[in-house]
């Protein structure tokens, strides 16, 4: 079995769970590659011990892979995907962020975890993404042009609110007047778009969601949308550029640029425990039902 190690920082506190997730995939004799940057900045810190052969380094995935282990919380998880893009590897989380919504697997369930992929007692959920083009065309946004949670348009450089026309399938929506516009996945439902309002999609679900950012009018709601449907964007505001951001990453756009978000080719794999589901990360992250009095 060949696994990649993927991480974007290193936490002193991290030291302990990555030896012990180094020795559990030795003993069960996988094949293990660290991603370049991540063994640079663990190898710096001098803290973690191990041997010369011990492992292998890469820059880039392959098919080759069988599972791509992160280490860290959510925003670990998103920039992996960069490496997945439409490769097909499936990608497991270790969570030592906080939330954890994507990377599930909590620090004391390290040894069953891996266990569990080994013997494949584990099922897959597949997400679906987002994909962005621009007219005129922006460098940036063309070799990493989708996004896992969400793809939003926001202001820049201001205080004052944009506006964004908006057509669904070549039909005008709205021209949303606000800070700016969200059009999430069902796995970004739990994120930036439900911080302003939006609904909480289930994973499987063939539906995306537009959720306005502090949108002026009180009529603007949040609206969910088939993932079929073809979505255009024209910025206008008192600046003459905008911002776009894809998860974590983010471009300037000029106001004359026309923007076209539609489904991705290609699903993400992710990996959950047996064990786990959905619903049970419903209730245990975002404490649904917590209530004295049930």
């Given at each position: 079995m060949k696994v990649a190690l993927f991480g974007q920082f290193y936490h002193k506190n991290s030291e302990t769970l990555i030896e012990t997730l180094l020795d559990i995939l030795k003993s069960k004799f996988v094949d293990i590659h660290v991603e370049d940057n991540f063994f640079t900045t663990i190898d710096g810190e001098k803290?973690?011990?191990y041997n010369t052969g011990d492992f292998k380094t890469f820059k880039e995935l392959n098919s080759s892979f069988d599972l791509l282990i992160t280490i860290g919380g959510d925003g670990t998880m998103l920039r992996a995907i960069t490496y997945v893009h439409?490769?097909?590897?499936?990608?497991?989380?270790?969570?030592t962020g906080r939330l954890g919504f994507l990377a599930t697997i909590p620090r004391h369930k390290i040894e069953n975890a891996i266990d569990d992929i080994i013997t494949k007692n584990y099922h897959v959920s597949e997400r679906s993404l987002l994909a962005i083009t621009t007219s005129p065309e922006n460098e940036s946004l063309v070799k990493m042009n989708?996004?896992?949670n969400e793809i939003a348009v926001s202001r820049k450089n201001t205080?004052?609110?944009?506006?964004?026309?908006?057509?669904?399938n070549g039909e005008y929506l709205t021209s949303y007047w606000a800070d700016g516009l969200i059009i999430a996945t069902p796995t970004g439902s739990t994120g930036y778009s439900l911080s302003c309002g939006g609904p909480v999609i289930m994973p499987a679900a063939s539906n995306f969601v537009l959720t306005p950012i502090a949108p002026h009018n009180l009529s603007a709601r949040p609206l969910v949308i088939p993932d079929s449907t073809e979505i255009k964007l024209k910025v206008s505001g008192r600046e003459n550029n905008f911002l776009v951001s894809l998860d974590s990453r983010i471009a300037t756009l000029d106001n004359s640029t026309l923007i076209t978000i539609k489904k991705a080719p290609f699903k993400i794999k992710m990996i959950e425990p047996e064990d786990e589901s959905f619903l049970d990360t419903l209730?245990?992250?975002l404490l649904w039902g917590e209530d004295k009095r049930n």
């Open positions: 803290t973690i011990h439409d490769l097909g590897v499936p990608i497991v989380g270790i969570n989708f996004a896992l205080t004052s609110m944009i506006t964004v026309e908006t057509q669904l209730r245990k992250k």
